[in-house]
């Protein structure tokens, strides 16, 4: 049997264990590029979030729907909205109506929730967000009637068919019930807004014994006053699942069920599942030949280039500027980079079965991360582009990488043209042996804005002409499967893993112990994830 935090472990993230409120939830799915075409604030009491939503989302239609009569709504006073009324049970609106429904501390005070997240549910449009926050421990306040635990709220949500996809903890709940009990203080509002007292004191404490983010997450929700949420509608094949007893291998039975089943037997792809450092969990499906599913399968991120993941987040997380992801493959990098940071970032993929899976991805969890079907070079046009015969990986520029079982014709371009309207971060380059050529294409990007680089080194003759290529611009090399590099970061004595031993880090800057130590947090924090 599953323990509370295993069952819970999918939905909380693992980016960040800052004390969180439903506003920020939106806010970074606004930052990762979703605009959503109808908003629907449920008990929008006195409409006190239309001019956020009209100053973020100016092309978005906002509606408020609320019971009749309450103590919020009676202070209403504006009429430039569109107000509905409902009974608090049934909602009046089409099925599918709404892009983002946004509930800000009103599910404690409903009469029949599960009744209610089933009207959520039908009125939500299959690919909308249903954000909000509500009571755990705050105490009995404007004719509340329930305090959810994080357990019973995912419960709920699934009777409903809503996928709870990201729960985080908000003000803790000592500091809430303090705050009841001496008439609610205006110096303690600040606790909203802030990290409150006791939120301070755990992560302090899980900090000292290097604990993850998912794991103070964790410790949060349970002594938190409130959580903010995040769900969607189930996907229709985890709708047609026979229901499951409570909690118990839940998890499993989604990843290995039916439904995975069928669609083997139907295609020529495999399902997969893939944890993202971000703590988004995300499916799709490929030819059953590409090499990345394989290797992830079972060990997820923490056992496929884990270090070198753990380096380039940390990379883009401390400076400014777009994330390139060169050679991308089927974008695992840009993926983690976007659903970690929600960093802007920009994949390059000439080879089309493999740009077909991540634009897929891409549209489905509308992430920040544009494709570029096209390979980087040292000069712009057109040119021949070498089909592996043995793996999807081993594609190249090279006619005399590997045997090639065939050629298509596509477009190259280069870094210096790509960054002309950005300013470039981070660039990962993983070419099969053309590594040098993306380099040679980045002059101009190099002097100007100094990105960092994580480069794969396959021999020693492109070893030593990287090497003078950065000594020119005054970089700083470390090969991240140097052993002690690798312990530091990976935490581990252990084995280095091959594509650690190929990955190279160029930095414009020596790196200090502030960029080990957030490897480091990285690192862990992929351990954290559930593998598939």
Same mark, same amino acid.
């Given at each position: ?11 909380? +993230? ?21 605009? +959503?075409?109808?908003? *629907?604030? =449920? ?6 979030? $239309?001019?956020?939503?009209?100053? /973020? ?15 919020? $709504?009676? #202070? ?9 009324? &409902?009974?608090? $049970? ?25 009744? =209610? *997240? ?18 755990? =421990? ?137 944890a993202l450092p971000g703590g988004m969990l995300i499916e799709y499906s490929c030819p059953r030949r590409f090499h990345i ?19 380039? *987040? ?29 960093? #802007? ?15 897929? %991805? ?66 990962? %380059?993983? #070419? ?34 990287? /090497?003078?290529? &950065?000594?020119?611009?005054?970089? #700083? ?5 140097? +052993? ?23 930095? +414009? ?24």
């Amino acid at each position: 049997m599953e323990t509370i935090y295993e069952y819970l472990k999918s939905s909380i +993230p693992a980016d960040h264990c800052r004390q969180s409120r439903a506003i920020d939830l939106v806010i970074a799915r606004i930052r990762a590029g979703f605009r +959503p075409a109808k908003v *629907l604030d =449920l008990g929008c009491g006195a409409g006190n979030t $239309v001019d956020f939503f009209r100053s /973020r989302l100016p092309e978005s239609k906002w509606v408020g729907v609320d019971v009749e009569q309450s103590p919020e $709504v009676a #202070t209403r006073t504006r009429s430039d909205a569109t107000f509905v009324t &409902f009974d608090g $049970v049934n909602l009046p609106f089409a099925d599918g109506e709404f892009d983002l429904i946004y509930s800000n501390q009103v599910l404690e005070h409903v009469r029949h929730p599960e009744r =209610l *997240l089933s009207e959520v549910h039908r009125v939500l449009s299959p690919d909308g967000f249903f954000i909000g926050q509500t009571s755990h =421990l705050e105490p009995f306040h404007s004719f509340s009637y329930w305090n959810f635990t994080a357990y019973g709220f995912k419960e709920i949500c699934e009777s409903a068919n809503l996928r709870l996809v990201e729960i985080r903890p908000g003000i803790d709940g000592i500091t809430l019930v303090k705050r009841a009990y001496l008439g609610r203080p205006a110096e303690y509002s600040r606790w909203f807004a802030e990290e409150s007292p006791v939120n301070v004191e755990i992560e302090e404490s899980a900090r000292k014994k290097s604990r993850s983010a998912q794991t103070i997450n964790y410790r949060k929700l349970m002594y938190c006053g409130q959580f903010a949420f995040a769900c969607q509608r189930k996907r229709h094949r985890d709708e047609e699942k026979e229901p499951s007893d409570g909690f118990v291998n839940r998890l499993a039975q989604q990843v290995t069920g039916k439904a995975r089943r069928a669609m083997r037997a139907r295609t020529d792809n495999d399902a997969h599942m893939l944890a993202l450092p971000g703590g988004m969990l995300i499916e799709y499906s490929c030819p059953r030949r590409f090499h990345i599913p394989r290797a992830l399968s079972g060990v997820g991120l923490a056992g496929y280039e884990p270090v070198t993941m753990a380096a380039f *987040l940390a990379s883009a997380e401390s400076v400014e500027g777009a994330v390139f992801d060169v050679g991308a493959n089927i974008g695992i990098y840009a993926l983690a980079a976007a659903s970690a940071l929600g960093k #802007t970032c920009i994949a390059f993929e000439p080879f089309p079965a493999a740009a077909d899976v991540l634009e897929d %991805i891409v549209k489905r969890y509308q992430l920040p991360v544009s494709l570029r079907r096209a390979a980087l070079a040292e000069n712009s046009g057109a040119t021949t582009f070498y089909l592996s015969a043995r793996s999807d990986m081993s594609n190249s520029l090279n006619p005399e990488f590997r045997e090639h079982r065939g050629e298509i014709v596509v477009e190259t371009t280069t870094l210096d043209k790509e960054s002309l309207s950005c300013r470039l971060g981070v660039v990962k %380059i993983d #070419t099969e042996t053309t590594e040098m050529d993306v380099l040679r294409g980045g002059r101009h990007v190099f002097e100007r804005d100094r990105p960092s680089v994580i480069i794969e080194i396959l021999d020693d003759n492109l070893a030593m002409e990287a /090497r003078g290529f &950065f000594a020119s611009y005054g970089y #700083t090399i470390t090969e991240l499967g140097k +052993p002690d590099v690798w312990r530091r970061i990976s935490g581990s004595s252990g084995e280095v893993i091959l594509g650690d031993r190929r990955n190279w880090l160029a930095s +414009p800057q020596p790196l200090g112990d502030k960029f080990f130590e957030r490897a480091a947090f990285w690192a862990a924090n992929m351990r954290d994830l559930p593998a598939f």
